[in-house]
């Protein structure tokens, strides 16, 4: 067989039984990110990554030490001239599997129901890490990859990646290429491959207002005192307008308009009322009118009470008129919002419509901006036309409602763009009990990625 | 001599120094009743008092045991024809003296500085307790009393009376009088003797907003479904119009308005913007804009957030979506509302205001109505004059915010007012470390009591 494409997804095909038993075999590792008595488990996964880059003859395999957990690094480097260098992000890190009692069978012992095979891990993401590199394995297979490819993964994803930005800081000449892969956004349906090609930013604050400089009694002092719970109610109140549209000043002044084309393709997904009635068991949807629910939450900035406390709130009843109030309160942002900016409205906000009855202080305690990819990127018509090939349809393209941090830290320090896929469903169950991935996906995906690698080439 | 009040004042005067001895020998016993490690020394200081109506020689004494702590009754009836009734309310129990490091000397040792007696329970409210025996004392000691006087002291003011309208309900003919004296609601200052002569009722609820039927990611569903939190602080910050008026329908709708004459009387009251500025700490007053600070405190309804929670109030950020909102909410109520109307009230507010994208919940946690006196009563006239001739000034007319069950539960059941009044002042350090008696006033207070004997005689 000369082509080396056709032969990489044969080899794929003749091995998948094997791929599938190493899988169970990175699955096995309890590699709990969070819990301190699995710090062996996490040096043993991170170990087992690095021996699948030796297995495969990567040209660099190394374990980088951090303040946490360590990162794995591998480069297979390309002597073709001009060749694309690509590094693909993934972690080896999962969730804690509690509650125990709600899994059909053992969270770390990989069993096989009909499609799918059950981990803890299996779909978040040791799967979508897997498919990565046995992609590799089939490209190189049948001689050498045509493009350089290096691996990033780390350890502490699912505690939020605290080492992560130092490391990318101290190794931008080892991790320098020409885009990101990071497969794990998943997809939209087992027959909707998806791209997302944008995720929101985030600015989140504490906000806190205070009123007496005491707890009083509110039988000896209700009716001459700003309540502090109420004047705070009252100011996130005014945060929205009757139509659903945030009303911090200036906040939509930077946001880039929807273009008509891009309305036409998020149209195209499968999210309408009744996909988000249903997911959300709301009894009625909101939002702001002049836009649809997917556009709401993937192309549009929202703003979100994330907690609130003020007073009493245990059993049964206590007279209090409180000293102080909080909330938490973020938003998510879009092109081309500045979390800082924003920061700057949420503070004229509160000067223009704090009473002078109660004082208020906000604290900034995250700040990230959107991220957006160009649909026409190398990168991403690579990934539409590997995804076209095996499911004989073109991919969807969603805008994300979340924020991936990894994201936004390889375009501020690297410079570089992501291509946001993977091969993971929305009924995986991650971060849930009886997580599971769905294997005939998964070998797609292995396809996908050979294909991705081959369109790449030169 | 032959005047009997005469002669009881100066006995009062002349056994000063032993009445002050006794006081301390019912202070020194630590009768905190929420904590059953002082059982026994509730059962002492209910002996106690019932010790002193003995050695009074009341008519009838008798310890009442409780589901809790004991009520201690004592009655000393007139042989007079139509000789007046009333019944003292009491409570022996004190507040626990936490936190003790706070105390300049040992909590239940009664220690003079200057003319103040420290100890917990000093002020609240074994003073008070102590002042209304030694008048009937002082009384009897000219010979016999020329009204009927009943004493009820029991022994969980402190913890919300939890036995008492049991007690009230099985001793209906025990206890029947023409009116109740209740001295257990203090003076606004050394110089002011004051009459507290009418009480806000109080509604208190707790309401719960639910919106998505579990937490949400607000990344991923941010901008489609209504925040419960959002929506709750909406309603809440409707409840109140630009004025400060409560806005459920037909909250105002049996509310007694102020007259003219009563509105000068609490005028009187030193009680302006700048008291109520210091007492709080607010930066600035609020309420309904066409009412005085005193007026709005006691003589008219207000509408508070007690406390109010939802989603995530810990350190840092989640970006989550809650699921559900609640707040405590409570309303003062000013005589003729109804907490029952109240109820229906927010139930409406609720129904007409409440958007459909999420479900409400009321729970109905409190009613009790507000209670005013007559002040021409028999009762308000001679402790009115009681005041005046040992003050040489007339008292003040409060109303006060708060609410005091007992006042409601003789109401109630007894269909009787009570004659709020009380030698305790706002410096007193009631339920604080280091609270004390203020020991002039008090030898007033006993003088006013014995005056007010002799005014409802015949």
């Not at 998510?332 to 202080?361: C, G, M, W």
Request: hydrophobic share 40%.
């Amino acid at each position: 067989m000369s082509n080396p494409r056709s032969a990489a997804l044969q080899f794929a095909q003749k091995n998948n039984a094997r791929f599938l038993a190493e899988l169970k075999d990175f699955l096995i590792i309890p590699s709990i990110s969070t819990d301190p008595e699995h710090k062996a488990d996490m040096d043993r996964a991170a170990q087992w990554v690095a021996n699948q880059f030796e297995e495969l003859g990567l040209t660099r395999v190394e374990i980088f030490p951090t303040e946490g957990h360590p990162v794995v690094y591998g480069e297979m480097l390309s002597d073709l001239k001009d060749a694309a260098t690509i590094l693909v992000y993934g972690h080896y890190d999962v969730q804690p599997a509690e509650p125990l009692e709600l899994w059909t069978t053992d969270a770390f012992d990989p069993v096989q129901r009909g499609e799918n095979l059950y981990t803890r891990g299996a779909s978040d993401m040791k799967g979508q890490v897997m498919a990565s590199i046995k992609a590799l394995e089939a490209v190189l297979s049948t001689g050498k990859s045509p493009i350089s490819i290096k691996f990033l993964i780390e350890g502490e994803e699912e505690i939020g990646s605290p080492n992560l930005e130092d490391f990318i800081t101290n190794h931008q000449k080892l991790l320098k290429c020409d885009f990101a892969l990071n497969p794990d956004t998943g997809m939209i349906g087992a027959e909707n491959p998806t791209i997302t090609y944008a995720l929101r930013g985030l600015a989140y604050f504490e906000v806190r207002i205070d009123g007496p400089d005491h707890d009083l009694h509110s039988g000896i002092y209700g009716g001459v005192v700003h309540n502090p719970a109420q004047a705070l109610c009252e100011l996130i109140a005014g945060m929205h307008d009757e139509n659903g549209y945030v009303t911090l000043p200036g906040f939509y002044d930077k946001v880039r308009p929807l273009g008509d084309e891009e309305r036409i393709q998020l149209g195209r997904l499968p999210m309408g009322e009744d996909f988000y009635l249903e997911q959300t068991g709301a009894a009625a949807l909101w939002g702001e009118k002049d836009y649809y629910p997917v556009e709401r939450v993937g192309a549009r900035p929202t703003l979100e009470v994330n907690g609130i406390y003020s007073g009493f709130i245990g059993e049964g009843s206590k007279t209090v008129l409180p000293a102080w109030a909080m909330a938490k309160i973020s938003t998510r942002l879009v092109p081309d919002q500045d979390p800082d900016d924003v920061h700057q409205q949420l503070i004229r906000y509160f000067e223009e419509n704090a009473p002078e009855t109660v004082s208020f202080k906000i604290v900034n305690l995250v700040g990230s901006p959107a991220s957006i990819s160009d649909r026409n990127s190398v990168g991403v018509q690579a990934m539409q036309d590997a995804m076209q090939r095996v499911w004989q349809k073109k991919p969807l393209f969603r805008r994300e409602g979340g924020s991936v941090p990894v994201v936004v830290l390889f375009k501020d320090i690297l410079n570089i763009d992501s291509v946001n896929c993977g091969f993971s469903l929305p009924d995986d169950n991650a971060h849930s009990p009886n997580e599971k991935l769905h294997l005939p996906t998964w070998n797609r995906g292995i396809d996908t990625l050979i294909h991705f690698i081959y369109n790449l080439a030169n």
